[in-house]
């Protein structure tokens, strides 16, 4: 179908289209560049080991576009099911994509416009990439689902990482094969007295001393996030002045895996033991376990004490930190698996947000 057919209506939507995707992509670059800037000038690493301890960081867009509230199947109960198209995992922790282009670059093959609309209004139309990547290689040159789009949803990811492994070895060749469980909720070992070993005593409390290294090191990525995002003009639940919408939100993810020599250890499988999820919408929110300060040590009622991990009748002297106690807790109160945790990983997500109606 040529351009020449299409009614001036439509022709005006598919150029509306095009100047919101335009206007969204020039947002991404110029808004990835500010945040990658930032993360490198706040001491943000890059593809950085040593020895145990290894960072990184990755910047991704996130375009979803969906319906409008005025289209017939527009469900307001799941925002999912009205997304039209999703393009996902665009990385843009390097300047340029491999090809040299960047979304609001005008596609090359397209000096003429759009394939599909070769003539008429669209012969001087500049198409940015983006529109290309949502219309042809996404919606499969579908107009009839182009033009039902009424929001355009960008999210920009910052995801600074950080992995540590432990000493597996302080842990004794011939485990044990189960350990008392909790069997009352609000402690973690039902008031009952769980023996451990010397090495597997010494490595609960490194374990527990690497959460909390990661727990400071989460308050300080926080930190940096916010003040970033704030320095670079980020607006929190807040409209432009050109009408959309711009939002600023923290993510947290933690999980733990087998450590290599463990016997259940497969290299072929991701070796997940357990995971821990959880939105920061400020930092005085309850997180890590129930403190009202998240980034202080939390006292239970229990901790390590010099042969045993037990209930404060013992005077124990060292306290799990509130992030222990939620990775105990999402493991179940199972100390097999506690115990089996050889490698620690810790995301810290800054998600900006922007939502232009179309």
């Given amino acids: 179908m040529a351009a020449d057919t299409l009614s001036p209506e439509i022709i005006e939507r598919i150029c509306r289209l095009n100047a919101c995707l335009t206007g969204a992509a020039n947002w991404i670059e110029g808004r990835a560049k500010l945040t990658r800037d930032a993360y490198f000038a706040g001491g943000g690493k890059d593809d950085f080991q040593q020895d145990e301890l290894c960072e990184d960081f990755e910047l991704e867009a996130i375009v979803k576009c969906s319906l409008g509230n005025d289209d017939p199947a527009f469900n307001p109960d799941d925002e999912y099911a009205n997304i039209i198209a999703a393009i996902t995992s665009k990385s843009f922790k390097q300047p340029h994509r491999e090809d040299g282009l960047t979304w609001n670059d005008c596609d090359p093959y397209w000096g003429d416009g759009l394939p599909y609309f070769y003539f008429g209004a669209f012969s001087q139309t500049r198409f940015c990439y983006l529109f290309h990547d949502i219309y042809e290689h996404t919606l499969g040159c579908n107009l009839d689902a182009l033009l039902r789009m009424g929001e355009i949803e960008i999210n920009l990811v910052l995801l600074r990482q950080r992995g540590i492994s432990l000493d597996t070895t302080l842990l004794p060749k011939k485990r044990q094969s189960s350990y008392p469980r909790s069997v009352f909720s609000q402690t973690p070992c039902g008031g009952k007295r769980i023996p451990f070993t010397y090495r597997e005593l010494r490595y609960a409390r490194l374990l ?63 070796n997940l033991v357990v995971t821990h999820s959880e939105a920061i919408r400020n930092k005085n929110q309850y997180i890590f376990g129930r403190s009202r300060n998240p980034f202080h040590y939390n006292r239970y009622g229990w901790g390590f004490s010099k042969d045993r991990c037990s209930w404060r009748e013992d005077l124990c002297k060292v306290s799990p930190c509130g992030l222990f106690w939620d990775i105990f807790r999402k493991a179940d109160d199972d100390w097999l698996k506690i115990l089996s945790i050889g490698h620690l990983w810790f995301d810290v997500a800054s998600v900006q947000r922007r939502i232009v109606q179309v």
């Fill in 208 to 270: 527990n001393q690497k959460m909390d290294e990661g727990r400071a090191w989460i308050k300080e990525q926080v930190r940096r996030s916010e003040q970033e995002y704030k320095d670079m003009g980020g607006l929190d639940c807040r409209f432009t002045e050109d009408g959309a919408y711009e939002d600023h939100e923290l993510m947290l993810h933690v999980e733990g895996y087998l450590g290599e020599n463990h016997p259940e250890y497969d290299e072929d499988e991701n």
